[in-house]
């Protein structure tokens, strides 16, 4: 029966039966064809070269116009990915740029600080000197050490210049005076020891005190003003009174302020003290204690020949 209009043919069996083995034919030789096509390519590629170079420009030709059309989207979608990755480094970059900014200032602020403080030391050192101060640097060659002792050994005396009373120092500060003169040595006397004392002035107020060392790494102060206030930090100095050390050298801070006794931390490492700077500033304040005890002598035996008489 034949179709009707808007049917669709279906294929018959003897149609069916011939396209089996054509298809099953060209699916066994199709590798053989295709080696076989690219064989005589290259033959006729030897034989014939103008002839596949035009062949080969012509399909070029052709395909550029797509491989451009397809590449502009790609190069679209690049561009794109490359300016969000500039735009999160410029992110990055200014953030640190802000911070490096931030330190510059500080830096900036703490060289213009130095600055002043650099104008201030230049103006200083114009200053005229003391022609009587001298120094002499001597290394420490002896710690005698002990619960009861707190003085050093210097390789340095007499023939070096170096006198009883004359204030010893590191580069941190004050480390004591002068106590015994030899030929060739010396003995200083450190601001812990218990004989040692040292008028002080101490804080902004410039509180007055005596610092005495009681053979500990803290000395106390003492004779302070019933309204002296004082605080943890506050600088220790000598004052200047008692004609013993100039003013202004520095001593130490206050480490401790309690209700039996104030505290100082120097400022001279013992542990580390190798080299003392011994310096002369012609201070008439420590006395020969040999001769007052002769005058005094003198003197009563004045009064006892005159009550004789």
């Given at each position: 029966?034949?179709a009707?209009?808007?049917s669709?043919?279906?294929?018959?069996?003897s149609?069916?039966?011939?396209?089996?083995p054509?298809?099953?034919?060209?699916?066994?030789?199709?590798?053989?064809?295709?080696?076989?096509?690219?064989?005589?390519?290259?033959?006729?590629?030897?034989?014939?070269?103008?002839?596949?170079?035009?062949?080969?420009?012509?399909?070029?030709d052709?395909?550029?116009?797509?491989?451009?059309?397809?590449?502009q989207?790609v190069?679209?979608?690049?561009?794109?990915?490359?300016?969000?990755?500039?735009l999160?480094?410029?992110?990055?970059?200014?953030?640190?740029?802000?911070?490096q900014?931030?330190?510059?200032?500080?830096?900036?602020?703490?060289?213009?600080?130095l600055?002043?403080?650099?104008?201030?030391?230049r103006?200083?050192?114009?200053?005229?000197?003391?022609?009587?101060?001298?120094?002499?640097?001597?290394r420490?060659?002896?710690?005698?050490?002990?619960?009861?002792?707190?003085?050093?050994?210097?390789?340095?005396?007499?023939?070096?210049?170096?006198?009883?009373?004359?204030a010893?120092?590191?580069?941190?500060?004050?480390?004591?005076?002068?106590?015994?003169?030899?030929?060739?040595?010396?003995r200083?006397?450190?601001?812990?020891?218990?004989?040692?004392?040292?008028?002080?002035?101490?804080?902004d107020?410039?509180e007055r005190?005596v610092?005495?060392?009681?053979?500990?790494?803290?000395?106390?102060?003492?004779y302070?003003?019933?309204?002296?206030?004082l605080?943890?930090?506050?600088?220790?100095?000598?004052?200047?009174?008692?004609g013993?050390?100039?003013p202004?050298?520095?001593?130490?801070?206050?480490?401790?302020?309690?209700?039996?006794?104030?505290?100082?931390?120097?400022?001279?490492?013992?542990?580390?003290?190798?080299?003392?700077?011994?310096?002369?500033?012609e201070?008439?304040?420590?006395?020969?204690f040999?001769?007052?005890?002769?005058e005094r002598?003198?003197?009563?035996?004045?009064?006892?020949e005159?009550?004789?008489?």
């Amino acid at each position: 029966m034949a179709a009707t209009g808007g049917s669709v043919n279906k294929p018959t069996g003897s149609e069916i039966r011939v396209a089996s083995p054509l298809k099953a034919w060209a699916s066994r030789f199709a590798l053989l064809l295709l080696v076989g096509a690219a064989f005589g390519l290259m033959l006729i590629g030897r034989t014939n070269s103008f002839l596949v170079e035009e062949t080969r420009t012509a399909v070029t030709d052709m395909v550029t116009p797509i491989l451009d059309a397809v590449s502009q989207p790609v190069d679209t979608f690049s561009g794109v990915i490359d300016q969000a990755e500039t735009l999160a480094n410029l992110q990055s970059q200014n953030v640190s740029l802000k911070e490096q900014n931030a330190r510059l200032l500080h830096w900036q602020a703490v060289a213009r600080r130095l600055e002043a403080e650099n104008a201030a030391l230049r103006d200083l050192n114009q200053m005229v000197p003391d022609p009587g101060m001298r120094h002499i640097t001597a290394r420490v060659v002896g710690d005698p050490g002990g619960a009861f002792v707190r003085s050093v050994l210097i390789n340095a005396g007499e023939r070096n210049g170096v006198e009883k009373g004359q204030a010893a120092t590191t580069g941190a500060g004050l480390a004591g005076r002068v106590a015994e003169v030899g030929v060739r040595s010396a003995r200083v006397l450190l601001v812990t020891d218990i004989n040692s004392r040292i008028p002080v002035a101490v804080g902004d107020g410039r509180e007055r005190a005596v610092l005495a060392g009681d053979n500990t790494n803290a000395p106390q102060l003492l004779y302070l003003g019933p309204t002296a206030q004082l605080q943890v930090g506050d600088q220790v100095s000598t004052s200047g009174h008692g004609g013993v050390f100039p003013p202004g050298l520095p001593i130490g801070v206050v480490s401790a302020v309690g209700e039996t006794a104030i505290r100082v931390e120097p400022f001279v490492d013992w542990s580390h003290m190798e080299v003392l700077r011994i310096v002369d500033y012609e201070m008439s304040g420590i006395l020969d204690f040999q001769s007052v005890e002769a005058e005094r002598a003198e003197r009563a035996a004045a009064a006892q020949e005159e009550a004789s008489r």
